[in-house]
Nanobody, 120 residues
Framework: QVQLVESGGGLVQPGGSLRLSCAAS????????MGWYRQAPGKQRDLVAL???????NYADSVKGRFTISRDSAKNTVNLQMNSLKPEDTAVYYC??????????????WGQGTQVTVSS
């Protein structure tokens, strides 16, 4: 079984910064991609940023230039550095991973979510 554990959410003032981290553990053979999604109340869950196993990245237009995704393949972790935060960044942030297990199964897993609130 593979699981994701997130950390780093919280309350921050507009213009501030937060760093989210996500660690994958379990019977992992390989990770094809890891990313962050977010869901605000009453809205759908949307992609924030994604990084692949060859370090190709993709960002939502709303966070380009402010957020940076990075990964540590040796530790199976992904981080999201969020700078210049805005109130509209307030949401529950979910870590996501596309993995193949040691038993050959490939599937997408989600973390439990971490709340990010940007408010003065």
């Amino acid at each position: 079984q593979v699981q994701l554990v997130e950390s780093g959410g919280g309350l921050v003032q507009p213009g501030g910064s937060l760093r989210l981290s996500c660690a994958a553990s379990g019977s992992i053979f390989s990770i094809y991609a890891m990313g962050w999604y977010r869901q605000a109340p009453g809205k759908q869950r949307d992609l924030v940023a994604l990084i692949t196993s060859v370090d190709s990245t993709n960002y939502a237009d709303s966070v380009k230039g402010r957020f940076t995704i990075s990964r540590d393949s040796a530790k199976n972790t992904v981080n999201l550095q969020m700078n210049s935060l805005k109130p509209e960044d307030t949401a529950v942030y979910y870590c996501n991973a596309d993995v193949r297990t040691a038993y050959g199964r490939r599937y997408t897993i989600w973390g439990q979510g971490t709340q990010v609130t940007v408010s003065s």
